[in-house]
Every structure is written in structure tokens, then in C-alpha cells.
């Protein structure tokens, strides 16, 4: 069974970073994509990021270009997104997402973490 677990949440104010991270288990995921959704209070859940098998052809929404950055660790099974210029519009619960595949640029997961808190205050 393939677990996924994201880590690095946290409060912050308008304009700092965050970094955060994803681990899978279970299973070798090297061979997919990874990505990143969030879901806001009272809103549906969105896509965020997505990083290739091989680090080849990130997306990103249009919300997030600029300042989000995607990157993976295959060695480690690990997916992370590096958050800067945090606005609170970004306030969100983040999930990561895993497996899967792609349908032309957008990404479809198979696997999905149970998600982490970030708070950005104005």
C-alpha cells in the first residue's frame, strides 16, 4: 500500500517562504509524476504543481508562477515545493499527490496525502 506523507506546513506572514515535503512509501514512484493540490475554506480542491518522472516540463497554476517552485528527489521518493512571496490568498490545505499519470500537460494522481495546513497572515 502506498503512503504518502507531506510535511512543512505551518503559519506565516504575507511575503515569507515555505518549503514543503513529500514522502512516499510502499511502492517506487520514480517512474511518475508528483504533484502538489490545495483546497481552501469553502472552495474545491485545485491543482498547484506538477513535477515529470524526469523533472522535465513542470507546470504550474497560474496563481503560483514566479514563486512556487516544484522539485523531486527520486533517490528519496520525495516530492517538495518551495513557497515564496506567500500572499493569504495562498492559505490552503496542501496535499501531495502521487502515481498516476498525465493526459496531455495535466496531471491525474493515483495517490494522495492526507494534507498540511498552511496559514498565511496578512
Known amino acids: 500500500q502506498v503512503q504518502v506523507v507531506e510535511s512543512g506546513g505551518g503559519l506565516v506572514q504575507a511575503g515569507g517562504s515555505l518549503r514543503l515535503s513529500c514522502t512516499t512509501s510502499?511502492?517506487?514512484?520514480?517512474?511518475?509524476?508528483m504533484g502538489w493540490f490545495r483546497q481552501a475554506p469553502g472552495k474545491e480542491r485545485e491543482f498547484v504543481a506538477s513535477i515529470p518522472a524526469n523533472g522535465i516540463g513542470r507546470a504550474y497554476a497560474d496563481s503560483v508562477k514566479g514563486r512556487f517552485t516544484i522539485s523531486r528527489d527520486n533517490a528519496k521518493n520525495t516530492v517538495y515545493l518551495q513557497m515564496n512571496s506567500l500572499k493569504p490568498e495562498d492559505t490552503a490545505v496542501y496535499y501531495c499527490?502521487?502515481?498516476?499519470?498525465?493526459?496531455?500537460?495535466?496531471?491525474?494522481?493515483?495517490?494522495w496525502g492526507q494534507g498540511t495546513q498552511v496559514t498565511v497572515s496578512s
Open positions: 499527490a502521487a502515481g498516476g499519470r498525465y493526459v496531455g500537460t495535466r496531471y491525474y494522481p493515483d495517490y
Open positions: 510502499g511502492r517506487t514512484l520514480s517512474n511518475y509524476g
